[in-house]
């Protein structure tokens, strides 16, 4: 699986968009980009996924590149509860999860 | 909403026990995994199982693991001579697999397990 890249950590203000970048420059035709995220140690929660087109259900937006070398998560309007770690996934399979990017959402 | 259920959430062990950790996978999903965590660090892949049969495991998965579908509903992790070094959260996860395009896996809960 392609190796991704993503901050360690970032702020947010409570009822701002949310914007999480992950770079995955040597991702390959068949892998699909996931997004998980992790509250507080509790089991990883699928937010969403993408091949090349960008995307959007009822939690999330995603946009990936026209290369696919890079993509965004955007919360659109963060809670509190959106506080947790985030993890951008490049897969045709596994998931095989990295550090993540702790997402603090401030009041 | 369906979900996986694992249970128990906290197990404490000896060092040298057996412990069996159980998980309740969606009802219609067809593949298994576990992973597990240790305080502070990554989310790691231990194993897949699909059809009764091992899918993919990693390096972790040596022979103290073990994986089963005792029933048509739950999956186990059988850990035969516990470490201090396994303590650690394990997940369950289950998905659908409807291809590539959509292997979404749906995580427990977790088992918190604590060898002493």
């Known amino acids: 699986d392609a190796k991704t890249t993503q901050p360690t950590s970032m702020d947010c203000a409570e009822g701002r968009a949310a914007n999480l970048p992950c770079n995955h420059s040597?991702?390959?035709?068949?892998?699909?980009v996931y997004w998980y995220r992790q509250i507080h140690s509790q089991g990883p929660q699928y937010i969403i996924h993408g091949l090349k087109n960008n995307e959007t259900n009822e939690m999330a937006s995603l946009i990936i590149t026209e290369d696919r070398k890079s993509s965004t998560l955007i919360l659109p309007h963060a809670t509190l509860r959106d506080t947790a770690v985030y993890y951008c996934i490049v897969t045709s399979y596994k998931l095989s999860f990295g550090a993540g990017t702790t997402v603090t959402v401030r009041a | 909403e369906p979900e996986v259920t694992q249970t128990p959430s906290h197990q404490v062990t000896q060092m040298g026990q057996e412990v069996i950790l159980r998980c309740v996978p969606i009802s219609n999903h067809l593949y298994f995994y576990w992973y597990r965590q240790i305080l502070g660090q990554k989310v790691e892949f231990l194993v897949s199982?699909?059809?009764?049969?091992?899918?993919?495991k990693s390096e972790i998965f040596d022979d103290q693991f073990s994986v089963e579908r005792p029933d048509g509903s739950n999956f186990t992790l059988k850990i035969r001579s516990t470490k201090l070094e396994d303590s650690a959260m394990y997940f369950c996860?289950?998905?659908?697999?409807?291809?590539?395009?959509?292997?979404?896996?749906?995580f427990g809960a977790g088992t918190r397990l604590s060898v002493l």
């Open positions: 199982f699909y059809n009764n049969e091992i899918s993919e």
């Open positions: 996860a289950s998905s659908a697999w409807q291809g590539i395009a959509k292997n979404i896996q749906y």
């Open positions: 040597t991702i390959s035709g068949n892998e699909y």
